[in-house]
């Protein structure tokens, strides 16, 4: 097939070709000026009416297990949920219970936008039900706030301890508030929801072909598949049921570690592979858990370190003989100072594929990018703009004026680090749309919140450079050979948009949709 008349983002630069070749699902010519050739006799020819396209995007840092187990929770995201007792009230509206699953769910609220000033607690939820157990997720999946029944079903009380890495939440008189922060202390509750069955999570999954689909997302990292039991049987046969994106698995480590499995070559190949391990070295900025040097404003307040030093060293030796990538959730300071003392002068093990992934990558000064730019083990840094577009209350609040300036400096991944790019974390923010790809591309641009306000505009990129972390750049951070690029020889996936993204005013980037994606040459969505 030859496609012409296209304005062709070939993934890498500000230059654009006009036309492309496709043959059994690859590109075999791209045609950098307006010349085109003949068609072969009986070719197929598609004139795109001078419209743009992208190589298909790539989303290296998403939740898809996570967004299919919570496809019957009750949706609390903003804007549609901005007060306690709105999100008491979309509450209320969950489904009857079913016999054998008494629970409600919840996912997405941000206290931050509250106008109550407080994060909402176990006497909340108990308007909501007294009889029934409820769990409901911040946005940000490092919180959790239960109510009164769902305490006493967990045998939490006053004389529970703290699990390690982890604070359960406690009133003025030392009671249980039902907020969980930080995995330890949330899986106490969660893991007594009733599991579910096999077929369903598989169809689930399948679901999630249209939400891929239409925001052009070709292939994605799941960095933390354990949501889901037995995640690469489970993802393969959802994608013999569907058309899912090409999907990198990473187990979080404290889910295998007492049986880590020993992966097989067909385990870290096809369609649906293992791609990693992920381990949680800190928390989360919007809720003040985030491993930092410096203090929270106002406080002597650190964070939390979530995971220790000797399982960071187990998770590293498991992959390493494997043959997988570690990926390490670290969003401050000190976080990430951690994992370059432990890695930065290792040799890798994976060649020109980064051996470890940083992930969220929040504060980030010149020494540490320098650091990793030098180091000798191979490094990704994987960063996101939807984060302080999305959550800037909270930044606004836990980032003094000094960690403002190193927070989140993409221009310098950009222009320092040869692994870098941006992603997603759906459906892990205060965003109801947190993988569309042309929201955080306008945020990288233009560095602004929701709210209109600024951060740190110094690490402000191109649009063309915003793509890249989502494309070229991106497929530099995990095993996605053949795609980011529309060049001969790689994988015909590619995005046709309904506006010209290089041209139109910044503040309508956030407006432009995906009008077809085609994967290997064939065209698998039409809007």
Not at 509 to 527: D, P, S
Request: net charge negative.
């Amino acid at each position: 097939m030859l496609v012409h008349n296209a304005k062709v983002f070939t993934g890498e630069g500000e230059s654009f070709a006009f036309a492309f070749r496709i043959e059994e699902g690859r590109f075999t010519w791209v045609g950098t000026d307006e010349r085109v050739p003949e068609p072969a006799p009986g070719e197929e020819v598609l004139d795109l009416g001078g419209a743009t396209v992208l190589p298909g995007l790539l989303d290296v840092h998403t939740h898809p297990a996570l967004m299919a187990s919570l496809m019957d929770a009750v949706v609390v995201l903003p804007p549609a949920v901005s007060s306690i007792d709105e999100m008491v009230e979309a509450l209320k509206g969950a489904e009857d219970p079913e016999p054998d699953d008494p629970w409600i769910e919840g996912h997405g609220y941000d206290d931050s936008r509250f106008p109550e000033h407080r994060s909402p607690n176990r006497h909340d939820l108990d308007r909501v039900s007294d009889t029934r157990p409820i769990f409901v997720r911040r946005c940000d999946v490092h919180t959790a706030v239960v109510n009164s029944v769902a305490l006493e079903m967990a045998g939490i009380t006053r004389d529970t301890p703290d699990p390690p890495h982890a604070e359960i939440g406690r009133d003025a008189e030392g009671e249980p508030d039902g907020l969980l922060l930080e995995p330890n202390a949330i899986d106490l509750v969660y893991g007594l929801i009733p599991s579910v069955p096999d077929d369903k999570r598989i169809s689930r999954m399948a679901r999630l072909d249209q939400h891929f689909l239409e925001r052009g997302i070709v292939a994605i990292g799941d960095l933390a598949s354990t949501f889901s039991p037995k995640p690469l049987e489970l993802f393969r046969a959802a994608r013999e049921q569907s058309w899912l994106p090409r999907l990198g698995l990473y187990p979080i480590w404290e889910h295998i570690k007492d049986n880590p499995p020993v992966l097989s070559d067909e385990d870290r190949s096809g369609e649906v592979f293992i791609a990693g391990v992920k381990i949680l070295l800190d928390g989360a900025y919007s809720n003040a858990t985030a491993w930092t040097n410096e203090p929270y404003p106002g406080t002597c307040d650190h964070g939390i370190r979530t995971t220790s030093p000797e399982d960071l060293a187990d998770a590293a030796a498991w992959a390493r003989a494997n043959g997988v990538q570690l990926a390490v959730h670290a969003m401050g300071d000190a976080a990430i100072d951690a994992v370059l003392d432990e890695f930065a002068d290792e040799e890798g093990w994976l060649g020109d594929l980064p051996s470890v992934r940083i992930e969220h990558s929040t504060l980030f000064s010149p020494e540490m990018i320098a650091r990793v730019r030098d180091a000798r083990m191979p490094i990704a840094v994987v960063s996101h703009t939807i984060f302080f577009f999305a959550e800037y209350k909270s930044y606004e609040q836990n980032l003094s004026p000094e960690q403002a300036r190193i927070a989140y400096p993409i221009r310098s991944f950009h222009t320092e680090l040869k692994h870098t790019a941006l992603s997603s974390d759906a459906p892990a923010t205060a965003h109801s749309d947190a993988d569309n790809v042309f929201v955080s591309v306008q945020a990288a641009v233009d560095r602004r919140s929701w709210t209109g306000a600024i951060l740190n505009p110094d690490e402000s990129v191109t649009v063309a450079q915003a793509l890249e972390l989502y494309t070229s750049r991106a497929a530099t951070c995990m095993a996605l050979p053949g795609l980011g690029r529309i060049e001969e020889g790689y994988e015909a996936s590619f995005v046709v948009l309904d506006k010209d993204i290089f041209t139109i005013p910044t503040d309508d980037i956030c407006r432009v949709h995906v009008r077809e994606t085609w994967v290997r040459g064939q065209r698998e969505y039409v809007a």
